[in-house]
């Protein structure tokens, strides 16, 4: 359930119309609501109840100050991959005890940096990142907390580019080794270990993955406690997927997730850690766009949108469904008519949909693009000189910009041009 619904024939986020929106900040433009991402942290809190745990927010799936802010006030923790996404972590508020640092290719100065401004863990993926650590701890006269993320090489049955848990992957130790691997960890005085970490992959409709990976801990946290290494957590990654189609049948729902964790992790005593990001955000966000041109093609109706790939960059890049609906909402009966829902960057994979059934529209409509809270803004870019959008975060009856849009003359002022030239 999300809170942008239809009223008096209008699309609402939560009580402000969008078209009021777009009227004051300009099309195209993501809009997010304060109570949808409330409510599905809160899902996810309630849904590991009675399990000591901690709620990760993956800010991968959106950063913005403004979110972290508000997930910082809910208690959650936040998981991090990069340094810049620890220091939009620290300056939102959250403290280092509640940042959790995955990732293949940390550096040396993220490392430190972490260090220096306090982590809850390092999820460690390779040896010799698990060396480097220990160089950079012990150079700062500190230790560092960390899991070591394994590789169960579980078919998460998801899309290939966004699934992480198969041998083949670039991610994590092999299970088969880990033992090995924590013994080594035991001998490095910069380290110490805290648990056991694995995410197999996103947008996973299905719990059978996540159990036969969960599955796959358990029997690990046995093993490496018998060798001695004191276990008391377990990251269990994010991934649960949410319904871009609203007209498929729905993935399940936190509490069964949270019912599944507890029947195959709940009896080993752990602080149970997750790291979802699209649950949290996904639902919670639409991106705006006004109609350009209706443009009668061969055998075609093409809607040309303001709105293009580079600001919402997944259905070119995994050919994700993203449901569109127009904001003045279509008289109950009316016809519905195929269109090509293009963008105006200059390559064909600018297509957010084909021969998606939609009311007719015409050139100034607005429609919204949902499930676009998530890998929305934070994978936009500046392609063809777009400026970024504007985001805005709707609470009850008010509104604000959260992301401004920048001038031309601001993003032409950050190149620059050598006095040699
Ligand atoms: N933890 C780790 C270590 C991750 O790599 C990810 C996502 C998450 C948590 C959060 O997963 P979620 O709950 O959001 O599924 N850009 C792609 C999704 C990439 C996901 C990458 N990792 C998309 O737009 O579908």
């Known amino acids: 359930m999300d809170h942008f ?41 309630q849904a590991l109840d009675g399990m000591d745990h901690l709620v990760c927010y993956a ?16 208690g959650a923790g936040v998981d991090v991959v990069s340094g810049g996404e620890y220091a939009r972590a620290r300056a939102a508020g959250f403290d280092g005890d509640k940042i959790v640092f995955s990732g293949v290719g940390k550096t040396r100065e993220e490392m430190r940096a972490a260090l220096s401004g306090g982590i809850r863990q390092f999820n460690l993926e390779s040896e010799p990142e698990m060396h480097r650590l220990n160089a950079v701890a012990l150079e700062l006269g500190v230790v560092a907390p960390v899991t070591v993320r394994v590789n169960p090489d579980v078919d998460a049955k998801t899309h290939e580019k966004i699934a992480t848990g ?6 994590g130790i092999p299970i088969a080794r880990a033992r090995e691997v924590y013994a080594e960890i035991a001998k490095l005085p910069g380290l110490r270990v805290v648990g056991i970490d694995v995410h197999i992959g996103s947008q996973l409709t299905d719990l059978e993955p996540f159990r036969q990976a969960y599955r ?9 406690r018998s060798d001695g290494h004191e276990i008391i957590r377990l990251d269990l990654g994010g991934g649960l997927g949410i319904p871009y189609e609203r007209t498929n049948t729905a993935p399940p729902l936190p509490v069964e997730y949270g019912a599944m964790v507890r029947e195959e992790l709940g009896d ?22 006004e109609v350009v041109y209706v443009k009668h093609g061969e055998g075609r109706d093409f809607l040309i949108v ?17 449901d569109i609906v127009p904001v003045i909402e279509a008289t109950a009966g009316a016809e519905q008519t195929p269109y090509d829902v293009v963008g105006p960057v200059c390559e064909t994979g600018d297509t957010f949909a084909k021969q998606r059934n939609l009311p007719a529209l015409a050139e100034g409509d607005l429609v919204a693009f949902r499930s676009a809270g998530a890998y929305g803004a934070v994978m936009a870019s500046e392609y063809n000189t777009r400026p ?11 509104f604000a910009v959260i992301r401004e849009r920048p001038s031309y003359e601001q993003i032409i002022a950050r190149d620059i041009v050598p006095d040699w030239l």
Do not use: W
């Not at 009580?15 to 099309?27: H, K, L, N, P």
């Not at 198969?166 to 991610?171: A, L």
């Not at 303001?306 to 993203?322: E, G, I």
């Not at 805005?392 to 008010?398: E, S």
């Open 5 to 45: 619904l239809y009223r008096d024939g209008e699309l609402y986020a939560e009580d402000v119309s969008v078209r009021d929106i777009a009227r004051s900040v300009g099309t195209p433009f993501y809009c997010y609501s304060t109570a949808t991402l409330t409510r599905h942290f809160t899902l996810f809190d």
């Open 59 to 74: 800010m991968k799936a959106n950063s913005n100050q403004a979110v972290l802010r508000l997930m910082a006030s809910l």
């Open 166 to 171: 198969k041998s083949e992957n670039k991610f």
């Open 216 to 224: 796959k801990v358990a029997d690990l946290t046995r093993a490496l």
């Open 268 to 289: 080993l005593g752990c602080e149970i850690e997750i790291e979802p990001g699209r649950l949290i955000a996904g639902n919670a966000g639409i991106l705006v766009t």
């Open 306 to 322: 303001d709105a293009a790939m580079n600001d919402l960059v997944r259905p070119a890049m995994y050919s994700a469904h993203h």
């Open 388 to 398: 970024l959008i504007p985001e805005v975060l709707v609470r009850d009856d008010q």
